[in-house]
């Protein structure tokens, strides 16, 4: 990809990124009337994004708007989400974009970009030992409710960002820093005597991140706020609005051996880490 492609995919990528563009979208995404409209947006979604309902509760028309539909819950007796503490599961599903061992403050957003872990976490790692990054990109066809993928203790969520790029393969190979710089929540976790993060993260015409450690709302921009939460594995943990990322960082000492494939479809409830005993 030259230099010239680049720019002019910046240009094309900047308007579309502004959070109230977004914003207005989702107004769109939930209209619920005229109810003819909003089946055919349901429709024209499921045709063109080829979306089974095989696993999800109802029908597309038993929707009330395109939002909802989105946001489809898994019937579970259909598709069980059953934990394995001998593991750390995905949390959703999607496409292992990038699986690696940080051994200090770099992590891998595509190949030649890096972006300093840190900075994504919003607080000091110790690097004295190493993390594995685990990078599932979410497309608009995806399940898009997420899950805890240990039993933990969370102590603290942090919600920043002020953009809202596309997080697709064209956006995260011309915009730096892409996860940074996109609107995040980063939930922390108590695990032995380390953390574990996990980072959801916006994209364009996302009209919210849920979180259920959060029922009152998000933080502050660029601020954290201090929790304790017991979470049992593979219970809900939040949702996207639209195509999206979540991002686990996990301290290597407590990993076995890693079991998902770059490049590679994971499931929620897949083990992606073995765990030490």
């Known amino acids: 990809m030259n230099h010239l492609s680049k720019l002019v995919g910046r240009a094309l990528l900047v308007p579309i990124s502004w959070i109230p563009v977004s914003r207005l979208y989702g107004r769109i995404m939930r209209l619920q009337k005229p109810r003819r409209l909003a089946l055919w947006m349901i429709r024209r979604f499921q045709k063109h994004y080829q979306v089974s309902m095989d696993e ?24 069980p989400l059953p934990a394995d503490e001998r593991c750390l599961l995905s949390p959703a599903d999607g496409l292992l974009s990038e699986i690696e061992l940080a051994a200090n403050d770099q992590a891998t957003q595509v190949k030649g970009w890096s972006y300093p872990l ?26 898009h409710r997420f899950h805890y993928p240990a039993t933990a203790r969370i102590t603290g969520a942090f919600h920043g960002g002020t953009r809202l790029f596309p997080v697709n393969e064209f956006s995260v190979n011309r915009v730096k820093r892409l996860y940074i ?57 939040g949702h996207f609005a639209m195509g999206s990322t979540i991002i686990l960082v996990v301290p290597a000492d407590y990993v076995e051996a890693v079991l998902a494939e770059k490049g590679k479809a994971v499931r929620a409830g897949q083990p992606l880490f073995s765990l030490r005993n």
């Open 118 to 143: 840190s900075s994504l976490l919003a607080e000091p790692i110790d690097f004295s030992g190493k993390w594995h990054v685990a990078t599932i990109y979410l497309s608009p066809r995806n399940y």
């Open 56 to 79: 999800f509760q109802g029908k597309p028309e038993d929707y009330r708007s395109l939002s909802e539909f989105f946001l489809r819950p898994l019937d579970l007796k259909k598709r």
């Open 181 to 237: 710089r996109n609107e995040r929540v980063v939930t922390r976790f108590a695990y032995g005597d380390s953390y574990l993060y996990v980072v959801a993260v916006g994209a364009t015409f996302v009209g919210s991140i849920g979180m259920k450690c959060c029922p009152g709302g998000l933080p502050g921009i660029q601020q954290w706020q201090p929790l304790d939460m017991a979470v049992q594995q593979m219970a809900e943990m």
